[in-house]
């Protein structure tokens, strides 16, 4: 990379506060501390920091209207389709104001204002796809508009300048869905080093003896939001196996499959080992993180690049993860992280319980983690020195 600094229009339409907003904020920031003018296109803008902004009773902000919103999936798709009116106008306006050199979008169902600006403007597109939008629309019978949503998708792949996907399975899938396969430079998720030195080291020990931890205890941990489909009950039912005695499951985060997780828990005679924290402060979750002895991903969609596991390996905490090719893309199964079959949960027991009786092993495959990450440099500053490198090749052209 030449080292040049660049102006930056950065557009999404994302509305919630979850892992998707996270990312959004981590890459911007990022592309910022590498000395870039990053301009946030967006009806609810991430970068904002809610906690530093109090409401009128001293609380965190409201929320906005947009993010307020809630109507059926049909009407939702049509206001979809309707933003780009919305967003060419957003996105002429800030290419008036910032004259960006380039256009980097996070790519959405229906949505192709970038594409159509970048085009006006004479400006490289660069999108970012984290999941094959489409076919998991209609995974989940949520898609109203299928033929439009699909030539829509297929324009936006074919058409823009590069694609970042976040997996080479889910790069393999957006070319049949229309990407040109020389375009494409898959750029996972990442997380940064800095957040986990020696003092927040110390605060997780701090945290494991408050919440009654002794130094024997194994501390296997989930963070993030808990859906059904995580299959958190494989480390329920495991902890009820005799030779896990001394291991508890310490759970960070919310989700509607928390309940169910914690009536399971009593139902197995494991409720005093499940450890439920809620939901924490993003800046707070690295201290989480470094109270495990193992970090889990009982279960992963085939195309994701899981933001937890690079917490785990971060952190130096050995993940246990599915074999499944795109984590298999990250995690070499008993040197960086514990791999089991998919969807099978005695066998994700046998590997947490190898685990628990050889804490040596465990320590080592966590360094080992910890060591892949820093070589593959994969972190936030790391994808955005990424990001700037594909922009240097569209323009070398």
């Not at 910022?32 to 009806?43: T, Y």
């Not at 997780?261 to 993003?282: C, F, K, N, Q, Y």
Request: include cysteine.
């Amino acid at each position: 990379m030449s080292g040049a600094k660049y102006r930056i229009l950065y557009h999404h339409r994302i509305r919630a506060e979850d892992g998707q907003a996270m990312h959004v904020r981590e890459l911007i920031g990022a592309l910022r501390a590498e000395g870039h003018d990053v301009l946030e296109c967006a009806l609810v803008p991430k970068t904002e920091d809610r906690q530093s902004e109090p409401g009128q009773n001293g609380h965190a902000k409201p929320k906005s209207f947009w993010e307020r919103l809630s109507v059926p999936r049909l009407a939702t798709e049509v206001l979809e389709i309707g933003y780009n009116r919305t967003a060419v106008r957003l996105l002429r306006d800030a290419v008036r104001r910032h004259e960006p050199d380039f256009i980097y979008e996070r790519h959405a169902l229906h949505l192709h204002a970038g594409l159509r600006v970048a085009r006006e403007a004479g400006l490289p597109l660069l999108l970012e796809v984290n999941s094959p939008m489409c076919h998991e629309m209609t995974r989940l019978g949520l898609l109203r508009f299928p033929r439009r949503a699909r030539r829509v998708e297929q324009n936006v792949l074919a058409s823009a300048d590069r694609v970042f996907p976040v997996s080479r399975v889910l790069r393999d899938w957006l070319v049949r869905c229309g990407a040109r396969e020389e375009a494409c430079a898959v750029i996972p998720n990442a997380a940064e080093p800095e957040r986990y030195g020696e003092s927040t080291r110390k605060a997780g020990r701090g945290l494991r003896r408050e919440l009654g931890f002794s130094d024997e205890t194994f501390v296997l941990g989930f963070v993030g939001f808990m859906r059904d489909w995580h299959r958190l009950e494989f480390a329920v039912d495991a902890l009820a196996r005799p030779a896990l005695a001394t291991a508890v499951l310490l759970l960070v985060g919310t989700g509607p499959a928390l309940e169910s997780i914690l009536s399971r828990a009593r139902e197995r005679g494991v409720a005093d080992r499940v450890v439920s924290v809620g939901a924490v402060e993003h800046r707070d979750v690295p201290r989480h993180v470094l109270a495990f002895d193992a970090g889990m991903i009982p279960a992963i969609n085939p195309y994701a690049s899981p933001l937890k596991l690079f917490d785990y390996f971060v952190a130096g905490v050995p993940a246990i993860a599915p074999d499944q090719p795109n984590v298999a893309e990250l995690v070499t199964h008993d040197e960086s992280g514990v791999l089991f079959p998919p969807d099978d949960g005695p066998l994700f027991g046998d590997a947490l319980e190898a685990l628990v009786s050889d804490r040596e092993r465990a320590r080592r495959i966590g360094a080992e983690g910890q060591r892949v990450l820093l070589e593959n440099d994969w972190t936030w500053r790391g994808n955005a020195r990424r990001v700037i490198g594909a922009f240097e090749e569209v323009v070398a052209r």
